[in-house]
């Protein structure tokens, strides 16, 4: 989720790969630059490599670069809401010329991306039907991160279907598990979706004080949240704002804001009752 550090790593491999004159790393590297920049939100970046990506890959002739680019192109345009059909061939083909090759994770990866953009585009019973699989796959390489990270979106998912009773269920698995594996962004994120379900369940000083809790470890961390991950953020924290008054707002914001992550975490933990 560190997409500025991502973004500077790649440029570096992209500079580097330039002074190999190395084509099949040049198009790879420059696809994945543009992925992370994609994920950030920025997919202008991901339009103006797109011809370049795919010369050097022809260039290069290796099925591993085609794919890639092939791959970046398709995901780039589900992430636009561009042409469905004509997305989903790209990614296909980048499939297709994976197929008897040692390459499994990066063809693991490109399912996974489709399974993402579903989710990110609200078709809710294709993300689920592409992430099955691949819990099972990522259980056998011991992905512990994205196991998690599959287990989170499903949880997402029964939170925007109004399943909040299942959907805090899952969180509480999914939130001590990223403290584990030390995914700080993912535990902030975790503690905003704890919010919005304190919110749902009338709870809103609670709630105030999880977004608090949250905005200060991103700031620590200094891992802003997603564009997309924005959108659900701002109406909810201007809603909770707005119904609060800002004097007890600004109060109960500046208590979460005090916490550490550890008790932030607690309180998310505690039961509504309690």
Aim: some cysteine; glycine content about 6%.
């Amino acid at each position: 989720g560190d997409f500025l550090n991502a973004t500077v790593a790649s440029r570096k491999c992209e500079e580097l790969a330039r002074q190999l004159g190395d084509k099949r790393l040049l198009a790879t590297v420059l696809a994945f630059g543009a992925s992370s920049k994609m994920m950030s939100g920025d997919n202008t970046y991901a339009d103006t490599v797109v011809e370049e990506v795919f010369s050097i890959a022809r260039e290069s002739d290796d099925p591993f670069a085609l794919s890639v680019a092939h791959g970046m192109i398709g995901l780039n345009m589900l992430l636009n809401g561009q042409d469905i059909n004509t997305a989903n061939e790209h990614v296909s083909k980048g499939l297709a010329l994976l197929k008897n090759t040692p390459h499994h994770f990066w063809q693991t990866m490109m399912l996974f991306g489709l399974g993402m953009t579903a989710r990110f585009q609200g078709r809710f019973d294709e993300a689920r039907e592409r992430f099955g699989p691949l819990l099972d796959i990522f259980h056998e390489m011991g992905d512990q991160h994205r196991t998690n990270m599959i287990h989170s979106e499903c949880a997402h998912m029964q939170r925007l279907e109004g399943h909040h009773d299942k959907a805090e269920s899952m969180y509480r698995e999914t939130i001590l598990e990223w403290q584990r594996l030390g995914h700080r962004a993912a535990v902030a994120n975790q503690l905003e979706c704890f919010a919005f379900l304190a919110k749902v369940n009338e709870q809103p000083e609670r709630a105030i004080k999880l977004l608090g809790a949250a905005e200060r470890l991103r700031e620590i961390i200094q891992i802003d949240m997603s564009p997309m991950e924005r959108v659900e953020y701002d109406r909810e924290a201007a809603d909770l704002n707005a119904n609060s008054g800002e004097k007890e707002f600004a109060l109960r914001w500046a208590e979460g804001r005090s916490m550490t992550m550890e008790q932030a975490i607690q309180l998310a933990l505690e039961k509504k009752d309690e």
